[in-house]
């Protein structure tokens, strides 16, 4: 594998998107040691990232933090090349092609989406992906099992108890009858939570209505459709393209005092309700150590087990919480953490 940065560039239509192929404006040697960089071992590391969301973009932070790091403590330089497919299959597919032809040492590619695409265009070569934020790496056929991946692809997992961000819902109001099911059947981040939280309303003969969309514009309507169901109370999981619509739906559930409970923090700090799940700095950190591990140390990614956090952080939006007027006090007791925000785009 190359030990040097090699820039990427996107060729033909391509050329007009932005943030995109390797050696994006953002890219740069992240890390270096004190001593002569020319004697020390230099990695050029691709970052991929699915689409810009607070989560999203706090892990892509957080691994290049860490990773600066570890490259100061072990004397090796990292050189970063970062890009933003803007969750376009076109664009994240010439990303991909990009990164194998100049031979990069490692990709790392953010969410579920791009993962697929990276371990598409890196088999057959010994290029090592380590994905962050899949949220069901067996169920989406990146990896063979947890404990060993069996190719040249392991990570982080973002998995979502569907189960303990249910409860919380019926903690807060025991008299809920219909609940609202808000996500993209394309994103496979959803597929199992829906399964679950379908199989859990059923259970307590409680109804549901699914609404889906693939852009703003459908899951602003969906929202709407939800809103003018008569909803008790909304679930989104892991969803990325809800993630990127939050901001524009959530007065629309707030204003009808509906709460909306999802899968990841950055949808509590866009305004829902209550966000459920991983801290995604830790899970970026985590990532860039199994980076290191494989690079540095030469870990083999096909018996690298997929790193799964512990989901069990509440986070509340109290602008919302007191305009739905909805007790969140007993979560305490229900989760390891509770964290209160308010309405912001990204993480401070």
Request: charged share 20%; with cysteine.
């Amino acid at each position: 594998m190359k030990k040097k940065l090699l820039g990427c560039l996107l060729t033909g239509t391509l050329a007009a998107f932005a943030l995109v192929g390797c050696g994006s404006t953002d890219s740069g040697n992240v890390s270096t040691s004190d001593s002569d960089s020319s004697s020390s071992a230099e990695y050029t590391v691709s970052i991929v990232q699915y689409v810009d969301d607070a989560s999203l973009n706090q892990i892509n932070a957080s691994i290049q933090e860490e990773l600066a790091a570890k490259g100061e403590e072990l004397g090796v330089t990292f050189n970063i090349d970062y890009s933003n497919g803007q969750a376009d299959a076109t664009v994240m597919n010439q990303i991909a092609s990009d990164c194998v032809a100049d031979g990069v040492d490692a990709i790392i590619p953010i969410a579920t989406p791009v993962a697929a695409i990276m371990q598409a265009a890196t088999e057959g070569t010994d290029i090592p992906v380590i994905f962050s934020a899949v949220s069901d790496p067996v169920g989406s056929g990146l990896v063979a099992s947890l404990d060993a991946p069996g190719a040249n692809i392991t990570g982080t997992s973002d998995a979502l108890n569907t189960e303990a961000i249910m409860d919380l819902m019926f903690a807060a109001n025991p008299n809920i009858k219909t609940v609202g099911l808000l996500y993209d059947k394309g994103q496979d981040s959803s597929t199992q939570p829906i399964k679950d939280a379908i199989a859990y309303l059923e259970a307590k003969g409680i109804n549901y209505v699914e609404k889906t969309g693939t852009t703003n514009d459908e899951i602003s309507l969906a929202a709407d459709a939800l809103v003018a169901a008569g909803c008790d109370a909304v679930f989104t999981p892991t969803d990325n393209t809800v993630m990127t619509a939050e901001l524009a739906i959530f007065e629309k559930f707030a204003d009808a005092g509906i709460p909306q409970y999802c899968g990841a923090d950055s949808f509590a700090l866009n305004g829902a309700f209550c966000g459920y799940g991983v801290n995604y700095e830790d899970l970026g950190t985590q990532t860039a150590d199994m980076v290191v591990d494989i690079l540095v140390n030469g870990a083999d990614p096909a018996s690298t087990p997929v790193q799964v956090q512990d989901s069990g952080i509440a986070t509340i939006n109290t602008e919302t919480a007191q305009k739905i007027n909805l007790d969140y006090s007993m979560f305490a007791d229900m989760v390891t953490k509770v964290v209160e925000t308010t309405t912001a785009e990204e993480f401070e």
